[in-house]
């Protein structure tokens, strides 16, 4: 599976069925060559307007089940929260 892949599938999280989103990004370890995280943009401020203030950067470890489509997350969302940006 290639990283652009990833991009196309929804992560909903099963510990509540929240949809989170699509896959934005990810996190490697240079040293080991692995995927370490995957990230999710959070809800959009003002209707969308104003931009995003959080992601969601979840643990692979936390990856239950990747399918044709969707990613199934068991995850805490407030320890995944991560404000963006510097």
């Not at 692995?34 to 995003?52: A, E, M, Q, S, W």
Request: glycine residues 8%; charged residues 35%.
């Amino acid at each position: 599976m290639r990283i652009c892949d990833l991009k196309e599938k929804e992560v909903i999280n099963i510990c509540d069925g929240e949809r989170l989103g699509y896959v934005e990004d990810v996190e490697f370890d240079l040293c080991s060559a692995k995927i370490t995280h995957i990230i999710v943009p959070g809800p959009c401020k003002f209707f969308g307007v104003l931009g995003r203030e959080e992601e969601f950067v979840i643990p692979i470890c936390d990856i239950c089940k990747i399918g044709i489509d969707l990613i199934l997350v068991e995850v805490d969302l407030e320890k995944a929260r991560k404000k963006c940006g510097p």
